[in-house]
């Protein structure tokens, strides 16, 4: 799972932290998310391989999609259990597709390439696919069934049992059946709700309200509540459904809620405001599940000036300002908390996070520097620590992300060598490489059309035409070259009205791409027809094959 500063609930911190990871990416919706029994919304977007990939396309097909992102420490980590499912359900007619979260081409082409991912991955360049599946934490999964219903979904990693076991449902058309974990959960979180319920009742049946049974339901609701972390940090806690577990969740904190605040208000209480406080953090916890998020941040104002040295308070209020998209407001939460909690580099890193959603990017480096100064004695002090030096590349990754949010890819390079340097055989380290080799300009691609042979007669030209593309995220100018011909042979390359022997300049946008004409002509008589084919596969350089009486040769055609 993916850990993150103390919240609410501890079994779910990874999603606490990918929602603000998240949020500060992509801008969010508010409506509540598709659910089972209703149509996926379609989409279409551009894949790495394709300029449209349509979801549309796959019916007839039960079709997995993965919202995921390169950054995410749990998405990485499913992705083995993705591919090899893939695999094995590929001929049963089961379509997976990734859904990439905002994030370079070139970067994402890097880790599926890294990972072996051979089904199609889709980028959603502005979110708004995410948007409008309302993914608000990654990974997240549906799995459609031929009809393009939907029958399963799930926020978490998952592992290759619990999506076998989903996808044999759906193809046979059966119930998804509830797993022995989440049967566990549910009837830990239905126990103690019903017990603080009567306790709740029992308390207020007298006046003033009973003492003890506000005591025994607080205590009931906190045991439950660690047990259902306890449950949701367990290897098979990604067969309990994330949507369940906040609904159930929310019934059982609601309850505690009033159990807190009924005890607060007892004559005297000396527990006054550490109730108000844990009260108003679990009602905040509720509306951030309900997607109130002016409400949770609400509450969690209440907590934070009842208990200003608490820090579950910011940590709420810093997600309900990035769902509402005041980030202003969450670089000041950032800020304070920071003053709070000075030695613990996340606290900086987390105001590094607030300031690029600003794109005030040099103070984000400056709060990344003061992660730096208290990550790098800690690694110094101890090399071998594996929590120090996996901080330290932490810090290192988040400051060339920085930088390249700024614009400055030259600056990044060095931080990213520093990253990799510092933390060897860890994600931060797999993900520095894949970004470092993602900066280095991406290939021009020469890729053949449906036309690939030709003939011509004894002393006259053929062409064929092939497709020169740019997958980078810049603009390129182009350089086109011919290598190896036959003594008395021309190749010319010509676009439009434009038609150079043996080299051609042009320009082509980011992503852009042109068709460009081979034309190859034999400078004497060949002594009869002559042949010719081309061999182009996306490279940087392809094959022109002549063959004549007089020649035969491969022609090397290169890109630059």
Known sequence: MYASTPGVRAGRRFVLLALALLAALAQRATAAPPTEGVQAPTFTLASLNAPHWS??????HVVVVNFFATWCPPCRAETPDLVAIEKRYASKGVIFVGVDDREDAALVSTFVKSKGIRYPIVLDTDGAVSREYDVRAIPTTYVLDRDGTIRYRQVDELDAPLLSGVLGAVLAGSPIPESVASQKF???????????SADLTSAQSSTPPNALALDSAIATGVAANKQLDDQLSKPDAASINYFDVNATRDKLDTVLANAYTARAALPG????????????LLRGQ?????EQFAQAAEQYDVAMKLTPTDTRGYDGAYMAAYEQKNY??????????????????????????ARNALKDYPAALDAERKALAIAGPAYAKDPTAKAAAYELGRV?????????????????????????????????QQQ???????????HI?????????AQGASAQPAKVFVIVRNPSSANRTINLTASGLPPKWLLSFCYSTVCNPYKVSFALPAGGSKRIELLVAPLAQTGGPWSMSVNASGQATAQVHVDAKTAKAAITVSAS
């Open 55 to 60: 979801l549309s396309g796959t019916r007839g």
């Open 186 to 196: 549910h009837s830990t979180a239905n126990g103690a709700t019903t017990q603080i």
């Open 269 to 280: 209480s000396k527990t006054a405001t550490a109730d108000q406080t844990e009260a108003a």
């Open 286 to 290: 509720v509306f951030m599940d309900q």
């Open 328 to 353: 202003a407001t969450a670089a000041q939460i950032a800020d304070a908390e920071a003053k709070l909690a000075p030695d613990d580099p996340e606290s900086w890193l987390t105001v590094a996070s």
């Open 396 to 428: 290192w990754l988040k400051m060339a992300r920085t930088q390249l949010l700024a614009g400055n890819p030259a600056a990044a390079r060095p931080l990213l060598v520093q990253s990799q340097a510092a933390a060897p055989g860890t994600i931060v």
């Open 432 to 442: 520095a490489n894949e970004q470092y080799v993602a900066l280095e300009p991406a």
């Open 445 to 453: 691609a020469i890729e053949q059309t449906a036309v690939t042979q």
